[in-house]
């Protein structure tokens, strides 16, 4: 059973920083495209970044600058560095990925389950 695995969230005052981590559990084939998505209360969920298979990113204006994702394909994980925090970055984070399982699979897609950023003082 894959699944994706999402890690790093928490407390932080504004201007403070913290790494999201998402990890792809069980045997994959292959990790491709992933997205970080956050949701905050009464909004929709919006995406926040992205990263294809050759490492090329795209951000959310509201966050380009201070928001970094990369990738570890050797430990199916997908990391978003965010600094400079502030209130307004207060969301529940989700990862989204396609994979692949084995390499005749059709490509999933799958969320995490998501974590919890709260920016405040």
């Known amino acids: 059973q894959v699944q994706l695995v999402e890690s790093g969230g928490g407390l932080v005052q504004p201007g403070g920083s913290l790494r999201l981590s998402c990890t792809a559990s069980?045997?994959?084939?292959?990790?491709?495209?992933v997205g970080w998505y956050r949701q905050a209360p009464g909004k929709q969920r919006e995406l926040v970044a992205n990263?294809?298979?050759?490492?090329?990113?795209n951000y959310a204006d509201s966050v380009k600058g201070r928001f970094t994702t990369s990738r570890d394909n050797a430990k199916n994980t997908v990391y978003l560095q965010m600094n400079s925090l502030k209130p307004e970055d207060t969301a529940v984070y989700y990862c989204?990925?396609?994979?692949?399982?084995?390499?005749?699979?059709?490509?999933?897609?799958?969320w995490g389950q998501g974590t919890q950023v709260t920016v405040s003082s």
């Open positions: 989204n990925a396609q994979l692949r399982i084995i390499a005749t699979s059709p490509v999933g897609d799958y």
């Open positions: 069980g045997t994959i084939f292959a990790l491709y495209h």
């Open positions: 990263i294809a298979s050759d490492s090329s990113t």
